[in-house]
């Protein structure tokens, strides 16, 4: 019996088989293979002992500010890091964190596909090339948040998909997904030089 045929005998709530059918797939495990392959190439390569960004330092700022919600970046990127041993001067096990988290956002990018009755192997490809993203693949080294946002994002996106399917969970897919997305959100690199440029614009019209 199918995934598909079980869901209709479900009334739209997936079965345990179907729920874990991706699991007992190869394409899958290949996916998980070629993420521990480039993760492995990486920390040889000592692309995952991380590296300080001219901008890292500003996200660290909220950590010792008196009103770190006051300050142009989001607190939450500096907190996050600090648990991992970052600072504005050391790299700590950011990166390596970062590499996880895009492992495990591809996985579930590739889940999210499959949930929409994609092929296997055009979920699998799709997930190839959100693995090997060459924006995530340059980000991920350096204590910034691009790499985590796109990661959430991946994430948000995999739900969207899987949401859109009439024989899934709607609103509990729906609230991982704005979870996902809200974090993202909260992730984005800021441009603190954008928002004094905007602040300098109104105060001279409105001096005008």
Same mark, same amino acid.
């Given at each position: 019996m199918t995934a598909e045929a079980q869901l209709r005998e479900t009334g739209g709530a997936p079965s345990v088989s179907a729920v874990t059918m991706e699991w007992s797939e190869p394409w899958f495990w290949a996916l998980c293979g070629a993420a521990a392959a480039l993760l492995l190439t990486m920390g040889m390569l000592g692309m995952l002992s991380g590296e300080i960004a001219p901008d890292t330092a500003s996200y660290f700022i909220t950590e010792t500010s008196s009103n770190p919600w006051g300050e142009m970046r989001h607190p939450l990127y500096a907190r996050l890091a600090t648990w991992l041993g970052g600072s504005a001067t050391s790299p700590g096990y950011v990166a390596i964190g970062q590499a996880l988290l895009h492992a495990a956002a591809t996985l579930v990018f590739y889940l999210g596909v499959r949930a929409t009755d994609v092929g296997r192997v055009g979920a699998f490809v799709l997930a190839i090339v959100a693995l090997f993203s060459q924006s995530s693949l340059y980000h991920m080294r350096l204590v910034l948040p691009e790499a985590p946002a796109i990661a959430f994002l991946?994430?948000?996106?995999? #739900?969207?998909l899987a949401a859109s399917h009439p024989g899934n969970r709607f609103? %509990? %897919? %729906?609230?991982?997904?704005?979870?996902?997305? #809200?974090?993202?959100?909260?992730l984005r690199p800021t441009r603190a030089a954008r928002h004094c440029g905007t602040a300098a614009a109104l105060v001279s019209v409105c001096g005008a």
């Open positions: 991946l994430i948000a996106f995999a #739900g969207t609103f %509990l %897919l %729906l609230l991982s997904t704005a979870i996902a997305a #809200g974090i993202a959100y909260l």
